[in-house]
């Protein structure tokens, strides 16, 4: 058949999920199994449009962490299998790959022809429901990101939609259409300030003022249960109005003896509304709220996870426990959060950049005198999370926002931000930076300066002083850093070795970038910390100190670079007091360098300070209240203090964190054990030990020995022992081990071995390990901990 038949034609449905319905029974690509790829290369293409996507791009979507022959290969097998499946002219073009519109026709296209054309209505028609809803590829992070990039931008542009109907139904007088519209508005946003009033105004002119006010009610009950905080002055000053009696705008409201029974609700698509970070030019200060309603979806997470958005809304604890603070900030501390900055252009390997410009600008706004600035961890808690801004402003209890996007386009960078007061959720000042990539450095200053004008805040150093971090001219060096910084990175071995790659490439550029230097160091510190087989954890700690040390020597005024060596040292256990130094460094320099106090919290337990260490963890949490791992050091900090109870309770914080933290899970298990708990114990571990986790399976061999499955626990150990004589880097779980099995003699022998090659677990400071602690060899062991030790040649 030709592609012309129309019993050829096929619809890609993509709103509310994704289905490939074919004009011929059971024809089509189902949602399961291999084809799932293949319907989500469909989407990219649909949402693409003419334009299409080059190989390249599709080649960065789906298999970004796979050599490029490799993911050639791929991407010619999906194509070959489309075509083989609907047996016909799918693609046109090679490069860049389109669909075939006389074969394949899809709703999100027909959505942005419709809105294109100046069509609401029937925009509206086609949406049905979220971008890919419910659909991801555990594999393909740059996938995930592009859909939710999309998903924000297609829901902006849903409610936008609407409400243009709504806008143009008041104007016509057609009170009854307007009521229609604000309400799917409101349905989908209940916390929306403009939707609520808006509907509220509808009723009230449609002659349902008793109507209005009970709808003034629930949305009063919803801010105070979603957001534990009063309406704000527009919805209470639009409530004064009806309730004496006067005109509420738009035209007067008919007074009505009684009022008629409400209109009938329509049905409303659960979400409308953007992530706030994907700004969309113009910026509006009028932009659209974000609705409350929970999706299970899958929560992406920078460095380790993010935690889940019902800590988000809610449950979130002020360190120390107890109930969030209401407010956001006062006027005496102005306080800001930088959100994701979103991509906006269709190179989805520009997200890292967008991601690195995020952490870039939160650290120069640190550098203001006078303004408290949220990490960008908890930042990133929000990424893809359609929120209103003042929700967020609330959970992380700042004054105001930093939202926007970038977009790159050849030698040009499109930079759209804008600030909101948290406080009304209004636009305190926005601003379209379209600048020469050459001038991206002057542009960040730039930025820097005008928000700390807008927040009267003064400046440290002098206004004169250059607020830009990084000390290199080159733009080609600095792409590569930010791309090198990817949190995403450290979720693998091969991400890390990538990581390292763009570090390494950036100081190939310019051999004096300091920064480059800092992230090469952690680079080497994480894969030491990991273990990589073939190359000794001392040589590979090495290597992290030259290039921390090179950092400093460069620019001594770079917190990260002194963050490093305190973390290499600490992690590699060379010189514990010089690490304390360098990180409280680190600190001086810049209180939201990130991690610092979760390093000092590991370095106070293993010292024999676990009260200092917990101190320590709760400051991390309140700099970073959404951070997975500064929520998982104060659980572990806890539980070196033998609190295991509010260990387990504050573990529960972290339960949405998909995947696990390690050491939550190896917590949790030693808490379990303590409690006597022991098959929820064994159940933890076991299940951290088979997804990859050396370390629990040290601490579950620990674990069954003491719950009596001392065969399997024996079991364990010589699967450990084979495997040391592979790797030689499991001293420290074998010692673990013989501590369970109660042979003190081999453990110790085994430590001592562990702590040379540079591994110790601050877990064996806690309650799970008195007996061996109150060895006297421990408190020579410990003591050797401090000792400062050459590094192999290398």
Known sequence: ???????????????????????????????????????????????????????????????????????????????????????????????????????????????????????????????????????????????????????????????????RLAAAAEANQEWTKAVHWWRRLADADPVSERYAVGLMRGLANAGHRATALRHAERYQAIIERELETDVGPEVAAFVAALRSGASTGTSPIPEAAASPAEPPRQAAPPSVVAHPGAVPPPLRQDAPAAPVRRTRRRIGYAGAAVLAVGVVLGVLRVVGGGPARRGTGSAAEPSIAVLPLAN?????????????????????????????????????????????????AESLRVSHILEGGLQRIGSRLRLQVRLVDARDGSTRWSEIYDREMQDLFSTEDDLARTIAR???????????????????????????????????????????????????????????????????????????????????????????????????????????????????????????????????????????????????????????????????????????????????????????????????????????????????AITAGLCLAEAGRWSEAIAVLRERAANGGLRARGMLGLVLARAGYRDEARQLLADLLAQQQRRGDLSLEVAVVYAGLGDLDRSFVWLDQAVDEGAFSPEIMGPAFRKLRRDPRFERLRQHLGQRRPAPPH
Not at 28 to 46: E, F, M
Not at 352 to 357: R, S, Y
């Open 454 to 664: 807008e927040l009267e805040v003064r400046l440290l150093p002098v206004p004169t002083t250059s607020l830009v971090r990084h000390r290199t001219r080159s733009i080609a060096a600095y792409d590569l850093y930010l791309r090198g910084r990817d949190p995403t990175l450290l979720r693998s071995d091969s991400g890390v070795r990538a990581g390292l790659e763009y570090f390494d490439r950036a100081i190939a550029i310019d051999s004096s970038y300091a920064a480059a230097y800092a992230g090469r160091a952690h680079m080497y510190g994480v894969l030491g910390l990991g273990g990589s087989p073939g190359t000794p954890r001392r040589e590979l700690y090495a290597r992290a100190e030259v290039a921390a040390r090179k950092a400093i020597a460069l620019d001594d005024s770079l917190p990260e670079a002194h963050a490093e060596l305190g973390f290499v040292q600490l992690a590699g256990l060379s010189d514990l007091s010089s690490a304390e130094t360098e990180l409280r460094r680190a600190l001086a320099l810049d209180p939201a360098t990130p991690r610092v106090h979760e390093y000092l919290t590991v370095l106070a337990v293993i010292t024999g300070r676990p009260a200092e260490g917990l101190a320590e963890a709760r400051l991390g949490l309140e700099r970073d209240p959404l951070s997975p791992s500064a929520n998982a050091e104060v659980a572990r900090a806890l539980y070196a203090n033998g609190r295991c109870g509010e260990a387990l309770a504050q573990i529960g914080s972290l339960a949405g964190v998909r995947p696990a933290l390690r050491r939550t």
């Open 344 to 392: 906006l252009g269709s190179d989805a390997g520009d997200a890292a950049f967008a991601d690195g410009m995020t952490e870039e600008l939160t650290a120069m706004l640190a550098k203001l005198g006078g303004l408290r600035v949220m990490a960008s961890t908890s930042a990133f808690a929000f990424k893809g999370r359609p929120l209103d801004v003042r929700q967020i």
């Open 1 to 163: 058949m030709t592609s012309g038949d129309p019993t050829q034609r096929f619809r890609l449905r993509t709103f509310g999920g994704i289905a490939l319905v074919g004009a011929i029974e059971g024809q089509g690509l189902s949602n399961q199994g291999p084809q799932r790829r293949r319907l989500a290369l469909l989407a990219v293409l649909a949402a693409s449009g003419e334009r299409g996507r080059s190989r390249d791009q599709l080649l960065g979507l789906f298999w970004p962490e796979v050599s490029q022959e490799r993911a050639r290969h791929s991407l010619e097998q999906s194509l070959y299998a489309i075509r083989g499946s609907l047996d016909t002219a799918v693609f046109l073009g090679v490069n860049p790959v389109t669909l075939n519109p006389n074969v394949i026709t899809s709703d999100v296209a027909d959505f942005e022809r419709a809105l294109s054309r100046g069509e609401p209505a029937a925009a509206v028609e086609h949406y049905q429901g979220p971008f890919l809803d419910g659909f991801y590829l555990g594999d393909a992070p740059e996938f995930e990101r592009w859909v939710e990039r999309e998903r924000a931008r297609l829901q902006r542009s849903y409610a936008e939609a609407v409400e």
